[in-house]
Structure formats: structure tokens, C-alpha cells
């Protein structure tokens, strides 16, 4: 039996609400019609360059019989990557704000680049510039910051990089739309590498990047700052090579390890040298997308260290930004942050519009070759989020057609962008904080609040009828009605006792009520066309059981023959979850006989959680990232067979259900959306929306809000819209 009471220890759950799956008032008793008759029974209870990653293994996919790699990142640099020391824990403090892990902080008005707002960049103008010659000196001496031979390269002093001892280097902060990026620097002098390295730790760098060739610096006498230990005024330099001349693609990369120390303090960061680039010949669009990802992983990851070990650079939108400099001058560095921004999965900016705001915070005399722009016009093509290639017209082995449309990604929902720019890159989850009691009977209030005032919201006397589908052909619960704008149907035009449900505007996965038998032949065929990528059922055993006079048909895990459609099973085995939740795996082979299509859709069968109670939030947790990781390597396949449905909102969507797929449903969809790092929603709105989109029930009880409310402080998600003043 799974762990069903709140986190919290002191708050009695009120479970005493309609059933999940039923009709009924307040008295707990579930009151249904089932083949004419009338029951009322009681209610019961997730490698490359940057960290030790065990290397990915190898699968063959049932769908195409071919094996590859899945579930991480794996640039094939090198069969025992390295693993990064661990940083020591900055700043003990109490964090009071999420952190948006994909991105630095949204900046503000007043505190962006810490500058006075006359002083900041306004899109399209350089307002202010210096000569990199004229930047500041070391100890008033004559030693200038900057190369002498880089006297004509004007820097904007608006994101000028100042080094904690007060001292300005030759060096910018990136910024795009808004958001401080990198820094990029000139290679630096060694009369000011004691301010280079404070500022590297002081800025909490999680990843530098050296595009000076070894031709280059020994060309030029160039310190071998990153190669060598060294005693450099205050600062103690220790460095440890990892990895020496390992091949990615053209390129060739040297991996170090340095530990800076001033005093009582150290810190650690991973340095990657690029030493073969001498221009425009060397650079080739899988290298350069291999170097792109590496940095914007190491740059997640690293953000996301630092939230648990509640560090506040978290929140400085000046700090934990990449360090990228080449051997003179700001074009190679600028180039591959306009390559890694490209890059991304959630760039909305075509290459020109990214150029521009690089030349805008940093120096207009930069990327203005016409080669550069071709190179990463090129790249953009190849790896860029913001395009997409055309595909050409052809049969797919699943007789999906190849789409000759250019997907437009902002109607696509989060995973599937992320996933059509890097299928491989998982997203990063956030941790779960340990709430204090206090926090948690606060949760639980709000909760309560929260929960009366949508109950009242979505009331049959003030929602808007008209709005929902009461009765449907086959639905098994009538007080479960259907919204009628997400309604989903089956390719014959028949209505289901089905939603897509969205949240913020995005489709999210398809909630429906158990199928009955008689709706199977076109609920299967539902599945098919959606192309689904994983079934989770959430009923357990006990509701299914054929003794529970439920009526539930064991239809995901047994063979049979729905007029036209055939249904094979396999069965993959079985696991447990925290807070004692256990699931089985399944995976189903449906042919649509008529349509001439066969597809494979794994199945994921919650066995023991009981109707109308709240699991526990480290067992949904586990069981979220265990429907994701199944999810993306559906979508990846079917992303690598060019299907049709990667360009259609409505497909892709993981199907869900328990009973009457509002409770234990409710719960697991609002789960996922909260534990999505780039997700801001509140706990109110992302049940106001399922309720809008679904059902007026979606997260039935009391016990599921109040654990649902727990798990939005544990992760700093706002728990509601406006906070109940005190």
C-alpha cells in the first residue's frame, strides 16, 4: 500500500468529497450508473565533455529495429568522460525566489547589469563605447588591460566586466532579449591575470572556454594561464588536465580542471581549449553544435548546483555566466556565443536579430564579415531552433507522411520544442527543499483557501454549461462532463469522454475517463492517431479487479481484437517508486487494420494507488520523470522517422487516465507541470486551467491540493495567484 498521507505530519486530510469517478454530495459515498444499474458503495481508499555520466546504453527500438543512443547527452568525444570536482557551497542563505534554470534570471528595470537605466542598451545602438586600450590600468601603472594590437576594438562600458579588487578588464557580458548570456573577453595579459582569476571565481564561471589555437599563443607569447599552475599576486592557480586532444568532429579539445584559491576561499571550474581553430575552414556545423550544447549543459547544470546549494548568484543576473575569449579581439568568442545561442531550444531570434544585440552589448566592430554571417546562417539551419529544414513528401514504415511545412515551435507544447531542437538533452529537474513545519501548515492553508474558492469557481451555479459536453456516447461517469473546446474524438468523428488538457495555452497530454468496452475499437484508434508516446493508467489493481463490479477492462495488458484493430502486449516488467507506488511496464503493439497502420505505445500502470487519496510527492516525483523519459524517447523517435505528427499540437500528447481521470489524473498533470524547470505557473492557475480544459473536478480532494500546495513551496512555485494576506 503506497504512502498516502501529506508530507506534512500535523494536518488531518479531508477526504470527505465527491468520489474521483462518481456522483455524490459530501458524504463519501460514490454513486454511479453502471449498465443500468445503480451502485453506491463506500469510498476507499533521470556525458559528454563535463561530467562522469554512466555511458549511455544501447537499445533496440521495437518501432525500427535499429539500435541507438537515448536518454543523454553523447558527443562520442571520449569512452571515460571525465568527472568535475564538486564547487564548494558559496552562500548558506535561504533562497527566497525560484531560479530559471534554462536561462539567467529575468532582468528588471532597476537592476539590470547594475547600471543606471539611461546607461542600459537599447536595441539597435551602441551608445556607449571605450576603447579597449582605455580601459583601466593595474595599480595606476602604465599596464593597460587590453591588447595593444586591439587598440581600434570599442567596447560598450554599459556590460563592461569589473574584477572584485575594482580593476575593468577588456571584457563584456553578453546580453540577448534582455538576458545576460556570457562574457567575452580578449585573451588576458599576464600583468592582470590576478584580476582575471578573482573575477573568473568571484562570477561562479561554470564553464571557460579558450578558442585560442596552440599556433596562436605560441605565436604571440601568450600566458598558458590555463595550462600551468601559478602564483598570481593573492590567487593560487592549480590546474589538472583531463583530456588531451580529443576530436570533435574539425575540432580538437583539451580538457583542464583549475582550482582557483584566495585566502579561505577555492573554486572550481572546468576549462575547455579549443587549440586547432584558425578560422572560418575549421569551423563545421557538427563540432560547432557538439561545442554549443556542451556549453549550455554545463551552463544548466551548474545553475542548478547552485540552487541546491542555495547560493544567491543564483539571482545575480551578472554571475554564473560561461567566459569565452580567443587570442585577440572579440570575433571567435562572439561567433560562438551567437552559434550557442542559436543553438538552444528556446531561441526565438533568427541569427541576424542575435547578432545585432552581440554587436549591441559589446562592440559594433565585431561579426561584420559576410562569411560569418553565411557560417552560422548555415549552422542555424542544422541545429538551430528557430528554423526548421523543409522535409520532403514520403511513406514513413508507420505510414505517417512526412510533413513539407516548417514546424512553427511556439504553437508546439515546452518538451516538444526542447526535444525537436535536442531530443537527447534532458531537462534538468528541480530539487525538492525540506520545508520547515511552519512552511508546511502554511502550504496547507493556502491550500484550503485555494481549494473552496475553485470548488465555488466551478460550482454547477456559476460555470458556464454551455461550455461542457454533459453527456457523451459511452462516458462511464455523468457528472464528469467534457470540455467541449478540448474535446477529443476518434479519426471517425466520434466524441470521447476525453480532453486535451492545456496549461498557459499548451497541450499538455489527453485526461480521459476509463474507456468502457464498447468505446474501445475507437479509443484505440484515438491512440493511434495521436501517435502516443506513453499510456499511463492510474487506476490500480483493485478498481480493475473484475470483482470490484467496477466494470474496468484490462485492455493495456492483454491480447485481443477490437473490430478492426488488433492489440498485442508485451510485458517489460515491473518497479517501485517512493512513498511505496508501484508500476508495471507495458508495451503495445496496435494495428489499425483498416487504416493499414501499426504503431507501439509503451504503457505505464500505476498498480496501488488507492481512488481518492493523495500520493505522496517524492513517489509522483520519481513517477513524472519516469513518464518523461518515456515520452522523449517516443517523440524522439518519431522526430527521427519525420512524422507528420511532430507538426501538429494535438498529437504527440502522453494519454492519461484513472478512473474518471480528474483525481489521481489531476494530480500527476499538475505535478509535472510544477516540477517543469522552466515553468513559473502557479498552483492556482495550473488547476484553474485543467479545470477549464477537462473538468470543473480536476484535483478532487482536499488531501491532493494540500500535497499538490507542499510540493509548489518545496520547489518555489507560487502556491496561488495572490497570497492571503495575514
Known amino acids: 500500500m503506497p504512502n498516502i498521507s501529506p508530507i ?68 562520442q568525444i571520449d569512452e571515460t568522460p571525465p568527472e568535475l570536482a564538486p564547487k564548494p557551497t558559496v552562500v548558506k542563505n535561504k533562497l527566497i525566489e525560484p531560479p530559471q534554470l534554462s536561462r539567467q534570471p529575468t532582468l528588471g528595470t532597476k537592476d539590470t547589469l547594475d547600471i543606471p537605466a539611461q546607461n542600459k542598451l537599447r536595441p539597435g545602438e ?16 602604465t599596464g593597460n588591460l587590453a591588447s595593444k594590437k586591439n587598440d581600434k576594438l570599442l567596447l560598450a562600458k554599459a556590460t563592461r566586466v569589473e574584477a572584485p579588487d575594482g580593476n575593468l578588464l577588456p571584457a563584456n557580458r553578453v546580453q540577448i532579449a534582455g538576458w545576460n548570456v556570457a562574457m567575452i573577453s580578449e585573451y588576458p595579459k599576464a600583468e592582470y591575470l590576478e584580476s582575471y582569476f578573482k573575477m573568473l571565481a568571484d562570477n561562479q564561471t561554470p564553464i571557460l572556454v579558450v578558442l585560442a589555437s596552440n599556433k596562436g599563443i605560441a605565436a604571440e607569447g601568450l600566458p598558458e594561464y590555463f595550462k600551468q599552475n601559478g602564483q598570481y599576486g593573492s590567487v593560487s592557480v592549480q590546474v589538472e588536465q ?76 551578472n554571475k554564473a555566466l560561461p567566459v569565452i575569449h580567443g587570442n585577440k579581439g572579440y570575433e571567435r568568442s562572439a561567433f560562438l556565443v551567437a552559434a550557442t545561442e542559436v543553438a538552444k531550444p528556446n531561441n526565438k531570434l533568427s541569427v541576424e536579430e542575435i547578432v545585432s544585440e552581440i554587436k549591441n552589448s559589446t562592440s559594433a566592430k565585431i561579426l561584420n564579415q559576410e562569411t560569418q554571417l553565411q557560417l552560422l546562417k548555415q549552422f ?58 511552519e512552511e508546511q501548515q502554511q502550504a496547507a492553508i493556502l491550500a484550503k483557501d485555494l481549494f473552496q474558492r ?24 455523468g457528472n464528469i462532463w467534457t470540455a467541449q473546446a478540448t474535446a477529443v474524438t476518434a479519426p471517425n468523428g466520434q466524441l470521447l469522454a476525453a480532453n486535451r488538457v492545456q496549461i498557459a495555452g499548451q497541450n499538455v497530454a489527453i485526461a480521459c475517463q476509463y474507456p468502457k468496452p464498447a468505446s474501445l475499437q475507437d479509443y484505440f484508434k484515438m491512440l493511434v492517431a495521436n501517435r502516443t508516446p506513453a499510456l499511463v493508467v492510474l487506476a490500480s489493481d483493485k478498481d480493475i479487479n473484475p470483482q470490484s463490479g467496477m466494470g474496468l ?64 510527492n517524492e513517489g509522483l516525483k520519481e513517477l513524472a520523470e519516469h513518464v518523461n523519459t518515456v515520452v522523449d524517447k517516443k517523440i524522439n523517435f518519431y522526430k527521427e522517422k519525420e512524422s507528420s505528427a511532430v507538426n501538429d499540437e494535438n498529437k504527440l500528447l502522453p494519454v492519461m487516465h484513472c478512473r474518471a481521470g480528474v483525481g489521481r489524473t489531476g494530480q500527476l498533470l499538475a505535478t509535472m507541470e510544477l516540477l517543469k524547470p522552466e515553468s513559473q505557473q502557479s498552483l492556482e492557475s495550473i488547476v ?11 484535483v478532487q480532494t482536499l488531501a491532493q491540493m494540500q500535497t499538490l500546495a507542499v510540493l509548489a513551496e518545496q520547489l518555489n512555485k507560487p502556491i496561488t495567484d495572490n497570497k492571503l494576506q495575514g
Not at 69 to 74: E, P
Not at 395 to 408: C, H, L, Q, Y
Not at 458 to 476: C, G, L, M, P, V
Request: charged content about 25%; some cysteine.
Open 8 to 75: 506534512y505530519s500535523n494536518i488531518t486530510p479531508n477526504i470527505n468529497y465527491a468520489s474521483d469517478e462518481a456522483s455524490s454530495g459530501q458524504d463519501g459515498t460514490q454513486k454511479t450508473n453502471y449498465q443500468g444499474r445503480n451502485i453506491v458503495k463506500d469510498s476507499e481508499s533521470t556525458s559528454v565533455l563535463l561530467r562522469n555520466k554512466p555511458h549511455l546504453n544501447t537499445e533496440t527500438d521495437p518501432d525500427s529495429n535499429k539500435t541507438r543512443r537515448h536518454g543523454g547527452l553523447n558527443f
Open 553 to 616: 477492462p484490462e485492455y493495456f495488458r492483454q491480447d485481443n481484437q477490437y473490430g478492426d484493430v488488433a492489440v498485442t502486449v508485451i510485458d517489460k516488467g515491473e518497479g517501485k517508486l517512493a512513498d511505496e507506488l508501484d508500476y508495471h511496464d507495458y508495451l503495445l503493439h496496435v494495428t489499425d487494420e483498416g487504416q493499414n497502420i501499426k504503431v507501439t505505445i509503451p504503457v505505464i500502470h500505476v498498480s496501488n494507488w488507492p481512488d481518492l487519496t493523495a500520493s505522496g
Open 380 to 437: 542555424e539551419k542544422v541545429a538551430g531552433n528557430y528554423t526548421t529544414e523543409k522535409r520532403s513528401s514520403a511513406r514513413m514504415d508507420e505510414d505517417t507522411v512526412k510533413s513539407e511545412n516548417t514546424i512553427d515551435t511556439d504553437t508546439l507544447p515546452a518538451k516538444l520544442k526542447r526535444m525537436l531542437s535536442d531530443p537527447e538533452v534532458p531537462a534538468v529537474a528541480l530539487p525538492l527543499r525540506t520545508l520547515s513545519v
Open 688 to 698: 484553474r486551467d485543467m479545470r477549464t480544459t477537462r473538468d470543473g473536478k480536476m
Open 126 to 141: 551602441v551608445n556607449t563605447l571605450m576603447s579597449s586600450t582605455s580601459v583601466s590600468t593595474i595599480n595606476n601603472d
Open 242 to 317: 583531463n583530456k588531451k586532444d580529443q576530436s570533435v568532429s574539425k575540432f580538437c579539445c583539451d580538457i583542464y580542471q583549475i582550482k582557483i584559491t584566495q585566502g579561505n576561499h577555492a573554486y572550481e571550474l572546468p576549462v575547455m581549449h579549443i587549440n586547432n581553430w584558425l578560422g572560418k575552414n575549421s569551423i563545421d556545423n557538427e563540432g560547432l553544435k557538439t561545442i554549443a550544447d556542451c556549453i549550455n549543459l554545463a551552463s544548466q547544470e551548474h545553475l542548478t548546483e547552485l540552487y541546491q546549494k542555495n547560493s544567491q548568484a543564483i539571482y545575480d543576473p
Open 454 to 477: 475553485l470548488k465555488d469557481e466551478f460550482s454547477d451555479a456559476n460555470i458556464d454549461k454551455s461550455q461542457y459536453i454533459q453527456k457523451i456516447e459511452n462516458q462511464r461517469f
